[in-house]
């Protein structure tokens, strides 16, 4: 039936993903007064009574957000959690129910799934998170996950991304682009053993990295921290898909500019020396990597000295007025535009 | 990796999806006082004050679901909503938000996914429910959809599976076995044509049958229409499976037995006539053809009165002690014991 049309065909790459979201749900109109805010941010917020609840969902898929060559089933079902709760963190939220839905196919027999499952389960019990339900299917081809995480905030502590305004610090949790390189330690090792598989895996050197990817923590204790510290962001999001990518919809949804400071990046010694060995730029790595699962978000500036000296935060820039555009400042005081696949190497 | 270890295998078809579910959630214990209800019924329910909230989710996979060669995509992104939206009807709640993930390959042009979206929409604005969140992903096969349905109820309007006592009557909304047979003449069709491309499919006779199966509704009516009797079910569920496997779901969760008498099931005239042109035994399709996506549950005898003379429901039986177990009494007085595959026809 779809192979019989031919008329007009526009082709989903060109749009890309985002471009692709806002298409389909430009003309949605919320008419419960439940629904405080609907696509568009890392949750959904809904508002029953005093509290308002938080939802958010992902879908991961083998052969496109997991290789099961080196992801590990029990570490997958653990990462699979943590990208969702992720997101109701990254809404100052508490994480509080999870479903899990689940397509197999059927190469996979019981024990992988209970592997899974495992992962799963520990991602609940460490995280003070109900599975509460959820759905599982046959696949015809592969594995596929859907889960989605509902969690809870009072509704003066949300945080959106439409908050950030000029002079605001830029603010980034823990460090950033291992997850990345751990996926090229991977990738190498997985090339290595094809080629002999008699060959014992060399992982020592990169064992944060490496866990980075393959086990990472969603930061539950930012929201926390951050009420100790008494400190509301302006605005926060997670960090996914890179920090560049993060950092503009953070501008564009609040309609302002910034400067990331390129010497101000927290990374870790071993994303350093792993940049080195595998000759990639570790700036380039830190802005596209992805899947830090750190929290990137903005303060007013009246709030530095209560953050300054904490460990778990870094300051990595400003926000600026919107005509300023969204830009990277090097070592060398140039200035970069930021792009979402990273950033324009032209310089200005 | 998976590949590699042999030991012990169990495999999942032994298990079936239920015993699946059962087997991989049954250590799961619920800590958030808002949990109220997990994993095991049409819905969670979640209390935040004074509204409980009701979240279901279901995930749809092509070739397994769904045959897109004559299920046309809007209808699709429809009745993808209406299986969510009905598993909250099932609790007698009211539905108000939807997420919806979607992974596609790269054989669908954005027009594809648009018409999907319209059916999406079109559900979304007839039962006047939000849509709030998502994800989308490139598939590396097919096409699936993962939806999740959030709706309120309050608290002593919540309807569970396991509240069926002896001497309940059960009752059935609307008709059964339709869309089963819409299936089978859409599938004949589909191998006429795969035969001739040229024959023009012959559907006048089936209207209602395809239509049961292509474009189902939810029964958004029914927690109403109860509300108006002045009734509340003492258990209830959505066919989903088919009569026989919903029916075991709330006896099993109820501690109960049943009759259902075969001579009270509420049947379309299409049914009957297409039953005999396909020569399959209506019973048997109205036990287990599913889908159909009507509401079953059970009353108190006390209700009759109200329920007696409604267009919109039919008693199809009584619930028993537990000992006498489940089963169908035929139009001839015999009595056969209920399997979630229809029924053993084994007399007794």
Redesign the interface.
């Known amino acids: ?2 192979e019989d ?1 031919n ?7 060109e ?1 890309g ?1 985002f471009g ?2 806002k ?3 430009d ?2 109109k ?3 007064k ?2 405080i ?3 568009g941010d890392d ?2 917020v ?1 508002e ?4 308002q ?1 938080l ?5 991961l ?5 997991f290789d ?3 992801m ?2 029990k570490h997958l079902g653990y990462k699979a959690v943590m990208v969702n709760l992720s997101d109701v963190y990254a809404m100052n939220g508490k994480a ?2 999870i ?1 899990v ?4 196919s ?9 592997e899974l ?1 495992a992962g799963i ?1 520990l991602a ?1 019990k460490t995280y ?1 998170v ?13 594995l ?1 996950l ?1 889960i ?1 995480a ?1 969690g ?1 905030a009072n509704k003066e502590d949300i945080v959106y991304r439409n908050g950030a305004k000029p002079n605001d610090l830029i603010v980034v949790t823990g460090d950033l682009g291992a997850a990345y390189l751990g996926l090229q330690v991977l990738e190498r090792e997985k090339q290595v053993f094809q080629a002999n598989p008699n060959a014992q895996p060399e992982l020592d050197n990169y064992t944060y990295l490496v866990e980075r990817q393959l086990k990472p923590e969603a930061r539950k204790d930012i929201p926390n921290l951050l009420k100790e510290l008494d400190v509301k962001p302006t605005s926060m999001i997670d960090i996914s898909d890179g920090l560049s990518s993060e950092i503009i919809h953070i501008c564009s949804q609040s309609e302002v500019g910034c400067n990331l400071f390129e010497d101000k990046f927290p990374l870790d010694p071993q994303v350093i020396s792993t940049c080195e060995e595998f000759k990639l730029d570790s700036t380039t790595v830190a802005l596209s990597g992805g899947e830090d699962y750190e929290l990137l978000f903005t303060v007013d500036t009246a709030d530095y000295p209560k953050i300054k000296a904490n460990p778990h935060l870094t300051v990595i820039g400003h926000i600026t007025e919107k005509d300023e555009g969204m830009n990277l400042i090097t070592r060398g005081n140039q200035k970069i535009e930021l792009t979402a696949q990273g950033w324009n190497a032209m310089l200005k």
């Open positions: 039936m779809l049309k008329e007009q065909r526009t082709s989903l790459a749009l993903e692709l979201i298409h389909l749900t003309q949605v919320l008419t419960h439940s629904s805010k609907g696509v949750a959904a809904l029953f009574k005093n509290k609840i939802v958010t969902t992902d879908l898929i083998e052969g496109v957000h099961l060559s080196y590990p089933l509080t129910q479903t839905s689940l397509a197999v059927n190469r996979f027999p019981l024990e992988a799934i209970e499952y389960h609940c003070n109900d599975l509460i339900g959820g759905d599982t299917s046959s696949s015809t081809k592969g596929l859907s989605t509902i809870e």
